[in-house]
């Protein structure tokens, strides 16, 4: 019961957006509760280069699609359009309102696309976590390879960001397909 209560007071504030970070809201995500206590509600950039079958794979694990979130224009290093709740003044990073509504709780992990600072600059900014790596979903994010104002060729990355260090180690072990090592390693360090 306590578990849909959360989720609850979770969508009721996605609706209200105060800080007018959320596009859309899912609130039938809640009916995950029912056939899963375990559930986390993820929220996603409002952006073509995150694929369905992302969200699909994280849905067997028990995340849900809770939110599409507002991102700055173009792509732009400062949102115009949002406020830092901690600070007031502009957010940073066109994944401004994926990492906002993790930072009030609306989520509890949020996916966002960076190319050269647009979740881990976002994440940074409202005291959260944040983690990228080119090899999530690394085949589907080559057909978005762009070239920069310089003339250097990059391809986005797909990002993570949580108030939840262990989150992101889960859904980054999800999504890469590693194996996590229960016991620890035992270092052993030479004698000087």
């Given at each position: 019961?306590?578990?849909?209560?959360?989720?609850?007071?979770?969508?009721?504030?996605?609706m209200?957006?105060?800080?007018h970070?959320?596009?859309?809201?899912?609130?039938?995500?809640?009916?995950?509760?029912?056939?899963?206590?375990?559930?986390?509600?993820?929220?996603?950039?409002?952006?073509?280069?995150?694929?369905?079958?992302?969200?699909?794979?994280?849905k067997?694990?028990?995340?849900?699609?809770?939110?599409?979130d507002?991102?700055?224009?173009?792509?732009?290093?400062?949102?115009?359009?949002?406020?830092?709740?901690?600070?007031?003044?502009?957010?940073?990073?066109?994944s401004?309102?994926?990492?906002?509504?993790?930072?009030?709780?609306i989520?509890?992990?949020?996916?966002?696309?960076?190319?050269?600072?647009?979740?881990?600059?976002?994440?940074?900014?409202?005291?959260?976590y944040?983690?990228?790596?080119?090899?999530?979903?690394?085949?589907h994010?080559?057909?978005?390879?762009?070239?920069?104002?310089?003339?250097?060729?990059?391809?986005?990355?797909?990002?993570?960001?949580?108030?939840?260090l262990?989150?992101?180690?889960?859904?980054?072990?999800?999504?890469?397909?590693?194996?996590?090592?229960?016991?620890?390693?035992?270092?052993i360090?030479?004698?000087?």
């Amino acid at each position: 019961m306590n578990q849909i209560i959360r989720h609850a007071q979770q969508t009721f504030l996605a609706m209200k957006d105060p800080y007018h970070s959320v596009e859309k809201v899912y609130p039938q995500a809640i009916h995950a509760v029912e056939e899963c206590e375990d559930i986390h509600y993820i929220g996603i950039k409002n952006v073509v280069q995150i694929p369905l079958s992302l969200i699909k794979k994280l849905k067997k694990h028990g995340y849900e699609l809770h939110t599409i979130d507002r991102c700055s224009i173009n792509g732009r290093a400062v949102d115009m359009q949002i406020k830092n709740p901690i600070t007031g003044n502009r957010m940073t990073g066109s994944s401004s309102g994926t990492a906002i509504n993790v930072f009030l709780g609306i989520n509890d992990l949020g996916i966002g696309t960076d190319g050269g600072g647009s979740v881990l600059a976002p994440a940074m900014s409202v005291q959260c976590y944040g983690f990228i790596s080119p090899m999530i979903e690394q085949e589907h994010m080559k057909q978005y390879e762009k070239y920069s104002t310089d003339g250097l060729c990059f391809t986005p990355s797909i990002g993570f960001i949580s108030r939840d260090l262990g989150l992101i180690k889960e859904v980054a072990t999800i999504c890469l397909g590693l194996q996590i090592r229960e016991t620890p390693v035992k270092v052993i360090c030479p004698e000087f």
